[in-house]
């Protein structure tokens, strides 16, 4: 019989900035190997979301992974147990190499060098312009360049749930559509994701459904075929205004 639980699951989870409550109590949860997209306009409560998954930002309610409670401070905690997160800016170390920033994101492997060397080939794989590019200066890269850095850092880690903040922000609409349809095919070999993106037609052409928050809480849980054009995403927010 499958396992029901989900691996991820959040309950009346909100965070706040000071006296202001930027995600109110939320609700929502992403199945194994699932992709599920958070959509909605700027200052939705999108990235405090995630921060409030990954215990980087102070708030009340549950995180469940893999049926077991996360720590609601400890990110470094939260990421060992495989939620990895990519933040919008992307966060790479731009004066180190592309090399060197992907084997910070190993570092919790130790010196299982054998481990390391499987997982950077596995990048390579995915991103050959990154072995084209390992001892370049990663600030001197491209930004769709350095999104897929990030992304390769990010799966360094092992991720066993990978959290996207707008991974297209910034870039042109085509190499924007080929990040994305990479993590399409990270999710089809069974890898979860949590994927916050403004750009909602390339989301919703992964995602099985997607969580639509407005105003610092969820409005809506609607799967792709329910949403035909932006007029439909937009008679949700207008309606939670």
């Known amino acids: 019989m499958p396992n ?9 989870l909100s965070a706040r900035y000071g006296k202001v409550e930027a995600l109110h109590p939320t609700d929502l ?3 194994r190997g699932e992709l599920v997209a958070v959509l909605g306009p700027n200052g939705a409560g999108k990235s405090t979301l995630l921060r409030a998954i990954m215990g980087l930002t ?7 992974f893999d049926g077991a409670l996360l720590p609601r401070d400890d990110a470094r905690s939260v990421a060992a147990r495989g939620v990895i997160l990519v933040p919008e800016g992307r966060g790479i170390f731009g004066p180190m190499t592309v090399r060197d920033n992907l084997d910070l994101g190993a570092y919790m492997l130790g010196r299982q060098h054998g481990e390391i060397a499987a997982r950077m080939e596995r990048v390579f794989t995915l991103f050959p312009r990154l072995k084209n590019r390992q001892s370049q200066i990663a600030g001197s890269m491209s930004g ?3 999104q897929m850095l990030a992304i390769g850092r990010a799966l360094m880690a092992g991720p066993k749930l990978l959290l996207l903040d707008e991974p297209s922000l910034g870039l042109a609409p085509r190499l924007a559509a080929e990040i994305l349809e990479t993590l399409g095919g990270l999710n089809r070999a069974g890898l979860g994701i949590l994927l916050v ?3 909602a037609p390339l989301a919703l052409k992964l995602a099985t459904r997607a969580y639509l928050l407005a105003v610092g809480r969820v ?9 035909a054009s932006p007029h439909d995403l937009a008679r949700y927010y207008f309606a939670a205004a």
Do not use: N, W
Request: aromatic share 0%; charged share 20%.
């Open 144 to 146: 769709g360049e350095q």
């Open 29 to 31: 949860s992403v199945a």
């Open 58 to 64: 102070p708030g009340a309610g549950t995180v469940r």
């Open 219 to 227: 409005v809506a849980e609607v799967t792709p075929d329910q949403i």
């Open 4 to 12: 029901a639980t989900p691996l991820l699951a959040v309950e009346g």
């Open 197 to 199: 993106e403004q750009r």
